[in-house]
């Protein structure tokens, strides 16, 4: 399947697109997980990432253009791909629309994980992540909480709030999202690709989206 997935910061898109990859074989692709790393590393784009970042403002359109232009040529995309935090921006959508053309590519639908601001906030400040780059499992201090001494469960380093996790940092990300990232729903609209999905239990999520997909 060929999708791109929508949603509020913490609506669930990184954990719904890891089910459907296990599904049919399709690539995850997260351009947060790819600048995550690449600010780990140290590398020329993890520096021009870095301070967008933290601060839970968007990093340049033209810097993401760069990264998906690359890494919609790779060959594992041709197996389908799960667009996970991107396109964020009307002139990411409009940019990856080109793309698909070019590439010879279309996309079966646009998935909007539509999930109360409450239940939004309340996983974002008990959200923790696991800190090696190589794993980055998803916890929660509530709901699935890390060993009791603060480490994964899969490879023991510690789990952390991400910097971008401080309540400063999410209602900036909340804002930046409503402001400039909920238009892409009526883009999509638009296209005649939306699928809205309310559902907020992620093996319900999936079997929504693949009843969905099949009409
Ligand atoms: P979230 O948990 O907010 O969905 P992500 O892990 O997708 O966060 O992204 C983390 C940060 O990386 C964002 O707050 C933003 O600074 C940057 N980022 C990720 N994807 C994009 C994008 N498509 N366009 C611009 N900035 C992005
Ligand atoms: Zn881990």
Redesign the pocket.
Known sequence: MRIVLLGA??AG??TVAKSLTEFDGSVQI????I??NAVKAGSELGKK?KG??ES????P?DL?MDIMEVRMKEPDCQKGFLL??????IP?AEALKKLLEKIGMKLDAAINLDVPTDVILDRLTTRRTCSNPDCQEIYNIKSKPPKPDGTCFKCGSPAVQRA?ETEEAIKH?LA?YNEKTAPLIDFYKKEGLLITIASLDSMQIRDDIIKALKK
């Open positions: 910061p913490g898109k990184g997260s351009t947060g997980d600048l995550r990432a967008y970042m839970g403002a968007l990093v359109d993401i996970d935090g991107f396109p964020r921006t990411q971008d990300r930046t």
